[in-house]
């Protein structure tokens, strides 16, 4: 079993910056591909990034892209999301995932990952 714990979230201005991260426990953390999901009010939880067992291979939604960074600390056991240039439709919970076999295919579905985080609320204002 892995647990997963994000923290980082808030309330921050559009142009602004926020770090999330995102503790593992419970297994080797190198085993582990890592992602983060986003969900706002109303619509369905989507991709955001993802990162590799590695760390030498990122993915991300083509909305955050030159914006958000996933990078991943093997000896914190820690992967982390820096949100840049915020923008209001930024705003959701975040939620960390993580899964031990994943394919091209399956990488940016939610149900193809069997752990997730508590989530944490980012909210951006206009």
């Known amino acids: 079993q892995v647990q997963l714990v994000e923290s980082g979230g808030g309330l921050v201005q559009a142009g602004g910056s926020l770090r999330l991260s995102c503790a593992a426990s419970?297994?080797?953390?190198?085993?582990?591909?890592m992602a983060w999901f986003r969900q706002a009010p109303g619509k369905d939880r989507e991709f955001v990034a993802g990162?590799?067992?590695?760390?030498?291979?990122?993915l991300y939604t083509d909305s955050v892209k030159g914006r958000f960074t996933v990078s991943r600390d093997g000896a914190k056991n820690t992967v982390f999301l820096q949100m840049n240039s915020l923008k209001p439709e930024d705003t959701a919970v975040y939620y960390c995932?993580?899964?031990?076999?994943?394919?091209?295919?399956?990488?940016?579905?939610?149900?193809?990952?069997?752990?997730w985080g508590q989530g944490t609320q980012v909210t951006v204002s206009s």
């Open positions: 995932a993580a899964d031990l076999a994943l394919t091209i295919g399956t990488i940016k579905v939610p149900r193809a990952y069997d752990y």
């Open positions: 419970g297994r080797t953390f190198s085993t582990l591909f």
């Open positions: 990162i590799n067992k590695s760390g030498g291979t990122t």
